[in-house]
């Protein structure tokens, strides 16, 4: 009887361990994915230089990436949503490596533009899917595991500019190339994930025919107000963070007059920032509910971005740590909250709202750049600085996503 036991308990405790595995990995490979998207952003000087760029075009490099990444990833959520492919995701890598390889060798704009997209196809496979992963590997705590799962992103995206100020720099734009290493070792976690998934899914198979019962019973007017609020408040969200992550380091270069590494430097600042509010919006989320993190992580950052254009240098670094915090904190709480209000629609929902936040965070760069060359950055830094007020609007949502029909979901320890 003790001997029964004592095997159960060490078959929870060795599936708990595969989970929290399955977990680091997935972050692990989103911090790859994330280092080359970053590569792109915190190489534009030099491309600048290279091929004789105006912010116009700067803004069109980004619109190219988020783009791509944007219309693909509610199609690629949809689609395995039906047909789950567990190895999908090493053929998503398998295209940011090839985007990565083309950028360095780029020798014209269009070069560029192409290898740009090339990247942005890997993130629409990549992010629908490995949020599903982690969903499947959260044991219940949704806001927790998305959190473990976006901060990787988010601190891939926070060391790509201090890669590129102390490697490609120096180097030339050849030295893109050396970051397809990380690709490749992503490529061949992302194949025991894959491997890890699809046990999983078959093991989940009458879950998944309830979770289609439930998505049944969800009427499209029952979730179209709250998701509506949802997108607004994300575009809200995204289209700042975009004037920073593309803008921030002209900005700075312009108006303090300082190197361009020191304002890399002052970016990587802002993008730590944005790690810790992404560690800190999930785990919050879980205990208090993601409509109050969502409330408080949109709307309250309007005093500091308010207050953002008008700060020397010393507060301008030091007004970016709660915006970054702040605004970081809602994602991980916006993602778990639609993915409650739709379930079984695990994959259409993260590709909708990662695919948007991509699609708006590119278009606010082509319109951002467009509105620098023909005014100034500091004037873009004015008028985004309003955008937080859209917070307003998470006053409408509904107290909890649980008022929507729903199936009760058990951890997962295969």
């Not at 405790?13 to 399955?22: K, R």
């Not at 194949?191 to 890890?196: A, D, K, R």
């Not at 409330?295 to 953002?308: C, E, H």
Request: proline content about 4%; overall charge positive; charged content about 10%.
């Amino acid at each position: 009887m003790a001997s029964s036991v004592n095997d159960h308990s060490s078959a929870r405790e060795a599936g708990e361990n595969t989970v929290v595995a399955i977990l680091i990995a997935v972050s692990v490979c989103h911090m790859f994915n994330d280092v080359i998207q970053s590569l792109i952003l915190a190489t534009y000087p030099l491309l600048k230089q290279n091929f004789a760029l105006d912010f116009g075009q700067i803004g069109l490099i980004t619109f190219a990436f988020l783009g791509t990444a944007s219309l693909l990833q509610p199609v690629v959520g949809y689609v395995t949503d039906r047909y789950p492919t567990p190895y999908s995701l090493v053929v998503g890598m398998g295209s940011s490596l090839a985007g990565l390889l083309l950028m360095a060798a780029a020798s014209s704009f269009t070069m560029v533009l192409i290898a740009a997209s090339l990247i942005g196809m890997g993130s629409s496979v990549f992010h629908p899917e490995s949020s599903r992963v982690a969903r499947l590997a959260s044991g219940g705590r949704h806001g927790l595991a998305q959190s473990v799962f976006q901060v990787g992103g988010n601190f891939g995206t926070a060391i790509g500019p201090l890669l590129a100020a102390f490697i490609i720099l120096p180097n030339g734009q050849g030295a893109i190339a050396w970051f397809a290493i990380m690709a490749l070792v992503g490529m061949m976690l992302l194949g025991g994930v894959g491997s890890w998934y699809g046990k999983t899914l078959k093991l989940k198979r009458v879950s998944m025919e309830d979770e289609r019962k439930a998505v049944e019973a969800v009427t499209r007017k029952s979730v179209a107000k709250p998701i509506a609020i949802l997108l607004a408040l994300t575009f809200s969200k995204h289209f700042y963070l975009v004037s920073l992550t593309s803008f921030y380091i002209f900005y700075l270069i312009q108006s303090f007059d300082i190197s361009v590494q020191g304002a890399q430097v002052y970016l990587f600042v802002f993008l730590g920032a944005v790690v810790a509010g992404t560690v800190i919006g999930g785990p919050i989320g879980d205990r208090i509910g993601s409509r109050r993190v969502i409330w408080w992580s949109i709307l309250g950052v309007l005093p500091f971005t308010l207050a953002l254009p008008y700060a020397n240098l010393f507060w301008t670094v030091a007004l970016t740590i709660p915006i970054g915090v702040i605004l970081a904190s809602a994602f991980p709480a916006i993602v778990v909250y639609a993915q409650t209000l739709i379930p079984g629609q695990v994959g259409m929902v993260a590709g909708l709202f990662f695919g948007f936040a991509f699609g708006i965070a590119g278009i606010g760069a082509a319109l951002l750049g467009w509105l620098a060359d023909r005014t100034s950055i500091d004037f873009v830094y004015h008028i985004c600085a309003f955008l937080p007020a859209i917070g307003l609007l998470a006053v409408f949502l509904p107290e909890t996503g649980a008022a929507m029909p729903k199936m009760a979901e058990k951890p997962s320890t295969v």
